[in-house]
T-cell receptor, first 114, second 112 residues
Framework: DVKVTQSSRYLVKRTGEKVFLECVQDMDHENMFWYRQDPGLGLRLIYFSYDVKMKEKGDIPEGYSVSREKKERFSLILESASTNQTSMYLC?????????????FGPGTRLTVL | EDKVVQSPLSLVVHEGDTVTLNCSYEVTNFRSLLWYKQEKKAPTFLFMLTSSGIEKKSGRLSSILDKKELFSILNITATQTGDSAVYLCAHNSGGSNYKLTFGKGTLLTVNP
């Protein structure tokens, strides 16, 4: 079974703080993704990575950065958290080639920025 | 810009009913269409569809794709309260920059 884990289920931070969200997958997948999910807006892609140290912007990268130093680990960084970044953050991973199509999701981190 | 539209946005049924959830898409390139189920946690994969007219089945759930009319449906027969969830449809455009475009989801509530 594919397992994708995220460092925290719930997180509360203050405006201006630097926030790290970590994601780890155990299936040796090449591709990893960070989404945010908001009511009425659905899932939106923030960043994805197709290899170690490689990254691509998704639909809403502003205010975020990412890091992928090891294949199994993909971090999302909020350099200076703002209240409009309060959301559910979901990490996903997927394989290469045809296996790209199926992404496996972690349990999510509900982030509240006060 | 790729677009995925799901309907209805929400649906309330009684146990035992059959439901049909809709997903239409407007995309520049087509690779596959996916269905996910999301309860109070991460989305879990249900189906991937790549060819028109071929039904995918898993127990009481089934799905089919129409690439000519650009839509897919997800059917659930003999619904149970455990089917209550948000059902997400996503399109994969493939290409060099892999990306899933999600619809906003259909919230299904199955009452006993």
């Amino acid at each position: 079974d594919v397992k994708v884990t995220q460092s925290s289920r719930y997180l509360v931070k203050r405006t201006g703080e630097k926030v790290f969200l970590e994601c780890v997958q155990d299936m040796d997948h090449e591709n990893m993704f960070w989404y945010r999910q908001d009511p009425g807006l659905g899932l939106r892609l923030i960043y994805f990575s197709y290899d170690v140290k490689m990254k691509e912007k998704g639909d809403i990268p502003e205010g975020y950065s990412v890091s992928r130093e090891k294949k199994e680990r993909f971090s999302l960084i909020l350099e200076s958290a703002s209240t409009n970044q309060t959301s559910m953050y979901l990490c996903a991973s997927g394989g290469a080639g045809r296996a790209w199509d199926t992404q496996y999701f972690g349990p999510g981190t509900r982030l509240t920025v006060l | 810009e790729d677009k995925v539209v799901q309907s209805p946005l929400s649906l309330v049924v009684h146990e035992g009913d059959t439901v049909t959830l809709n997903c239409s898409y407007e995309v520049t390139n087509f690779r596959s269409l996916l269905w996910y189920k999301q309860e109070k946690k991460a989305p879990t994969f249900l189906f991937m569809l790549t060819s028109s007219g071929i039904e995918k089945k898993s127990g009481r759930l089934s799905s089919i794709l129409d690439k000519k009319e650009l839509f897919s449906i997800l059917n659930i027969t003999a619904t149970q309260t455990g089917d209550s969830a948000v059902y997400l449809c996503a399109h994969n455009s493939g290409g060099s920059n892999y990306k899933l475009t999600f619809g906003k989801g259909t919230l299904l509530t199955v009452n006993p």
